[in-house]
């Protein structure tokens, strides 16, 4: 049991630092365009260049752990990341600075899936859903410490502090996947899909890339519709490829595993509407209610002790009532939170806030590893390293779809009300809308089996105890 809690945590290491530097950037981005004398908007580049990067380099993550080993690859990955974070502390212009993001999302393309993966094939069925709770506590903490961190060390240091903290917890990370990690590999690998990482490499990289810059100004409308046409016609190409291909550099046949399927589709959905949080929830705090970056983060910090709260009692939870009773519950409450933020005005107590966002995110945290612990729960040792892949590229793209959708919605609502500055009643409408999205995952969830994923949550439906008992009472001998 001691080795499921301490696998977690090194990969956390690497999971704390992508999630944190994110975050720390999004808020510190006007002071690093004024360094670089650069609009802010165009700082947006930066961000969009490390999801692009991801989405390249995600698919063929589960390949390079079978080819080189995952110890290996992960450790590499550290070093790329840091390598992109000092890069982007020494850059001195725009140009550099995208370049810099670019090299820190190859290694997040890496650090995250593959330390996913050595936790699932070094841990029991048993201990999977405890294993991925302790994984995703960082993924829950990062984006909340972010922006509290990210405004004081501009404030009171310098921005480029911000990308050198990642280079102690880098270290730390390596020094300890040295020590603890095995070096987990498959002994008889396929040949890479070359022409399969092409077509989804800019498939995924040119629909993000739009996705991404589409109404924020940052390229002609024109570019934005071309580049979503133009991935969604690449990724359409590589359907019809990895259907004729033995080894795809992402395995769709894999969806036809129910659990995985329902699990890999009805997240993404509920992930796109709480993917709009970082991006609205402070927006809407500092613009809308005059808070400063600060005092947002230390509001929003409460989603984050409310997710490390559940972390305790989410596999108690899971066996008691089972994944499909769990998650469709949860789907329908976690988004009825997200979407009484946008109820938040500048008068509402702090208190009210904090007691918000607290109670929706232990519903969230139990819906993310639910979601995680299901997806892998009929997925064979042999299948985990592409089901990792796929997995990660489909959060990927909901998180980026939430952001977009979240902006499209604020922009449309503002744009109604004569364009002016933004406001605090411009920001309900979108909360309301991510909700609705989000709680449409319930549909999802429901065609789950009763049973399904009982080998992983340890849940017995009601049926099969009463089958149980009676056949134990019919094997008794008469008196």
């Known amino acids: 049991m001691q080795r499921a809690k301490l696998l977690p945590l090194i990969v956390a290491c690497a999971l704390f630092m992508e999630n944190t530097d994110s975050t720390v950037i999004a808020t510190s981005l006007p002071m690093i365009a004024k360094s670089l004398g650069e609009d802010p908007i165009a700082l947006k580049l930066a961000l969009t260049s490390y999801l692009v990067s991801l989405a390249v380099f995600i698919p063929i993550s589960g390949w390079m752990a079978d080819r080189f080993g995952a110890r290996s690859v992960f450790r590499a990955a ?4 840091m390598l992109g974070s000092v890069l982007c502390a020494l850059s001195s212009s725009l140009a550099a600075f ?15 899936p593959v330390g996913r993966l050595v936790i699932l094939r070094s841990v029991s069925k048993a201990e999977m859903v405890s294993a991925l709770a302790y994984l995703t506590v960082p993924a829950l903490v990062g984006p909340v410490v972010g922006p509290p961190l990210g405004g004081f060390i501009t404030t009171y240091f310098d921005w480029r502090w911000i990308f050198f903290i990642n280079i102690p917890i880098g270290v730390v990370g390596i020094v300890l996947s040295s020590l603890f990690f095995e070096d987990v590999r498959e002994e008889d690998v396929a040949p890479l899909d070359l022409r399969g990482f092409v077509l989804s490499a800019f498939g995924f990289a040119a629909l993000m890339l739009g996705l991404a ?5 940052m390229v002609p409308a024109s570019v934005s519709y071309g580049c979503m046409a133009g991935g969604a016609l690449a990724l359409v190409a590589y359907w019809f490829h990895a259907r004729r291909v033995p080894y795809p550099v992402l395995d769709l046949s894999l969806f036809r595993i129910p659990t995985f399927r329902i699990g890999v589709i009805g997240g993404s959905i509920f992930r796109t509407g709480i993917g709009a949080i970082p991006f609205l929830l402070p927006l809407m705090l500092q613009l809308g209610f005059g808070l400063d970056p600060l005092q947002s983060g230390l509001i929003t910090f409460a989603s984050a002790a409310g997710a490390l709260l559940m972390k305790t009692l989410a596999k108690s939870i899971l066996a008691q009532y089972g994944f499909r009773r769990v998650l469709v519950f949860n789907a329908l409450v976690g988004s009825a939170f997200l979407a009484a933020s946008g109820l938040f005005t500048p008068a509402t107590p702090h208190a009210v806030m904090l007691s918000v966002l607290l109670i929706g995110g232990c519903f969230r945290s139990l819906q993310f590893t639910g979601i995680n612990a299901l997806s892998y729960s009929d997925v064979s040792n042999r299948e985990m390293s592409s089901a990792t892949s796929l997995s990660s590229v489909a959060q990927q793209l909901s998180l980026s779809m939430g952001v977009t959708i979240g902006a499209f919605a604020l922009e449309g609502v503002n744009a109604f009300h004569g364009g002016r500055a933004l406001a605090a009643g411009d920001f309900w409408p979108a909360f309301v809308i991510v909700g609705l999205i989000s709680a449409s995952s319930a549909l999802w969830m429901a065609q789950l089996a009763p049973d399904a994923g009982a080998e992983v949550s340890g849940h017995s439906p009601v049926s099969k105890r009463k089958l149980t008992a009676e056949a134990i009472a019919d094997q008794k001998p008469l008196d």
């Open 213 to 217: 810059s589409g109404g924020r100004h």
């Open 78 to 81: 550290l070093c790329v990341f």
């Open 98 to 112: 995208v370049g810099a993001r670019f090299i820190q999302g190859m290694g997040g393309a890496m650090m995250v």
